[in-house]
């Protein structure tokens, strides 16, 4: 209330006066649903924070593997779509980090980086698999290769080598060769003692059969220190601390199991085993450059 003075006298007029308004209380209910509704919304935000960057990565991921797919069956429409491809994964942190070599044994796993050519290549999909590959089994002791692509950013790489049956001598040098007669590596005539040697022009073509046939006779093959591969293609045999077998042209695994016999009787302690076709029936050829120990030894029964 306030008294205000005009010429007739004195009136009254009220005013209001200014009241500060405290806080709206709220119910407990009102609170709880407050409290749920900011829950929620912490959790969707949470899940855009793990799930949106997953789903753009998976969605990345498959963009570049259907590239990669398609590179690799020649159905690519330009180069550069890889190539941007390329630089898209790159950029994302999917980068070629991991290379996984299984199988080697003869071979240096840095022929075999080296081989993949690593340093040209970023990501996955700028490695063309065909022709690392290909690189991988121009290696000397490399009979096939595998290059597999482990997305994201990993390669596997299985690698499967020759197998070593002998040390070929022809003339004065020596090398390692497989199953198929194919040359591995030139070595020092001491190298891979526990290989048989081959020797003579021809030797490594015909190495697999005869010594498929010697292994059918463990005895046999225990005391097999070379084989010579003579110019009419039969083979002669040169035992450990004993004499030698020559075998015939032909009909040459029967000889083998003849041999074997004769052999484990102690005959090529004595004198050579000769089973040509040509030789003296039921005798046993003494040694070249020998001094004859007495006459010639007659076998028990059967022409050798």
Not at 157 to 162: A, S
Request: with cysteine; hydrophobic share 45%.
């Amino acid at each position: 209330m306030q008294q205000v003075g005009t010429k007739s006298g004195l009136s009254t007029r009220a005013f209001a006066t200014p009241v500060t308004q405290g806080p709206v209380p709220l119910s407990r209910r009102h609170l709880q649903l407050r409290y749920v509704k900011r829950l929620e919304a912490r959790r969707r935000l949470a899940w855009l924070g793990v799930w949106l960057p997953a789903a753009v990565t998976c969605a990345l991921i498959g963009l570049v593997v259907a590239i990669g797919i398609a590179a690799e069956r020649g159905a690519l429409p330009t180069a550069f779509l890889s190539r941007q491809a390329d630089r898209l994964m790159d950029w994302s942190g999917l980068a070629l980090t991991q290379v996984s070599i299984s199988g080697l044994r003869h071979t240096a796993e840095a022929d075999v980086y080296a081989a993949l050519e690593l340093s040209k290549t970023r990501t996955l999909l700028g490695l063309d698999t065909g022709l690392a590959r290909q690189r991988i089994e121009s290696l000397p002791w490399v009979e096939s290769a595998r290059v597999t692509r482990i997305y994201p950013d990993g390669l596997d790489v299985t690698v499967v080598e020759r197998r070593p049956i002998a040390v070929w001598k022809l003339g004065d040098s020596h090398a390692i060769i497989d199953r198929k007669g194919r040359p591995i590596a030139a070595v020092a005539a001491d190298a891979m003692p526990g290989l048989p040697r081959v020797i003579g022009e021809g030797a490594e073509k015909g190495a697999r059969a005869l010594l498929d046939g010697v292994a059918q006779y463990p005895d046999l093959l225990a005391r097999l220190q070379s084989a010579e591969r003579r110019s009419d293609g039969r083979w002669s045999l040169r035992l450990r601390q004993g004499h030698a077998v020559h075998l015939p042209a032909a009909n040459e695994g029967e000889a083998i199991a003849r041999a074997a016999v004769l052999v484990a009787a102690g005959l090529a302690d004595r004198a050579d085993i000769d089973l040509r076709e040509d030789a003296p029936p039921m005798r046993l050829r003494r040694s070249a450059g020998r001094a004859p120990a007495g006459p010639a030894l007659p076998l028990a029964a059967g022409r050798t």
